[in-house]
């Protein structure tokens, strides 16, 4: 077997394929802990709608509140991931992997709270119960073996969904989320 693609590249904590749109919405993760947790997310804006670029305006602090009754319940939120990808594959980078988003809210992992410390949080464009795109899941393995290679503390292993680390405030990535497909892939991914 081959690999998905040519290995993705990161470089001062930003993806070489990635469109960056920095946020506001980030700091530094403290005494500099590295990464060694990856927490896979979705969102859609509005709910179960994709497209429209709202969900990039949320992450930048720009989201009109009068577009969509939702949008008024959501817009003074302060919020972001390292990393969005479309329904399309398309991947966005809000906040450098080295930084601290603020993605993972009140969360606990093996013995440890503020997930958003030592974590990456990546977004998929979806909803818990709308299966997720072919491109999704194949750029999601892409970037985690990306993720694997320049963060050694990651491993297979130490990859959740945010229901798993606030269990009662979440339910995403949902079971619409094909765990065994992933892991399939980014099997493949990372031994060619």
């Given at each position: ?21 920095p946020s506001p919405n980030y700091n530094q ?102 299966p997720y795109t072919e491109q999704q899941y ?55």
């Amino acid at each position: 077997m081959t690999r998905l693609k040519e290995i993705l590249q990161i470089e001062a904590g930003w993806l070489n394929e990635a469109e960056r749109c920095p946020s506001p919405n980030y700091n530094q993760r403290p005494d500099a802990v590295p990464p060694r947790l990856l927490v896979i997310h979705n969102i859609s804006l509005p709910p179960a709608k994709f497209g429209g670029g709202y969900i990039r305006d949320f992450f930048l602090n720009q989201l009109d509140s009068t577009v969509h009754p939702y949008f008024e319940t959501i817009a003074s939120l302060q919020v972001s991931a390292h990393l969005l990808i479309e329904r399309n594959g398309h991947l966005v980078q809000f906040v450098g992997f080295d930084q601290r988003a603020w993605h993972a809210g009140q969360s606990h992992y093996c013995g440890a709270d503020n997930c958003n410390d030592f974590s990456i949080g990546i977004e998929l464009e979806g909803t818990d119960t709308i299966p997720y795109t072919e491109q999704q899941y194949l750029q999601l393995a892409r970037v985690t073996a990306a993720l694997f290679a320049y963060y050694p503390e990651m491993s297979a292993e130490r990859v959740t969904g945010h229901s798993d680390i606030a269990p009662q405030r979440k339910s995403d990535p949902g079971p619409a989320f094909n765990r065994y497909y992933f892991d399939r892939l980014l099997k493949r991914e990372l031994h060619g």
